[in-house]
């Protein structure tokens, strides 16, 4: 299967998509900026975001994501990046 790069240029088209529950954008090529537009998704419960360049700060904006109830990062985190993480996050993620 062919992995395509959706990039924060992608995720524009993507939150068009109001209807969207679930998405797995693993190594897309997203960011911070990227991220802050995917929690804009009123929809969105379930997000996949392993192997993308999103910093721990960059987790803050997915306070914004209403409906959000499950995230996949598959890395492991540092001890640190962890905690800036679980406080970015809302409670009902941590």
């Known amino acids: 299967m062919k992995q395509i790069t959706v990039g924060d240029e992608g995720v524009k088209t993507l939150v ?3 209807s969207l529950v679930v998405m797995r954008l693993d190594d897309c090529q997203i960011t911070d900026s990227g991220l802050k537009q995917l929690a804009s998704m009123e929809k969105l419960k ?3 975001l392993a192997g993308n360049p999103i910093s ?4 803050e904006s997915l ?5 959000l ?3 996949f990062l598959g890395k492991d985190l540092t001890p640190e990046e962890l905690q800036v993480v679980q406080r970015a996050l809302p409670k009902e993620l941590t």
């Open 16 to 18: 068009q998509m109001k």
């Open 46 to 48: 379930v997000l996949y």
């Open 56 to 59: 721990p700060r960059g987790y």
């Open 63 to 67: 306070r914004d994501a209403p409906k």
């Open 69 to 71: 109830s499950q995230l």
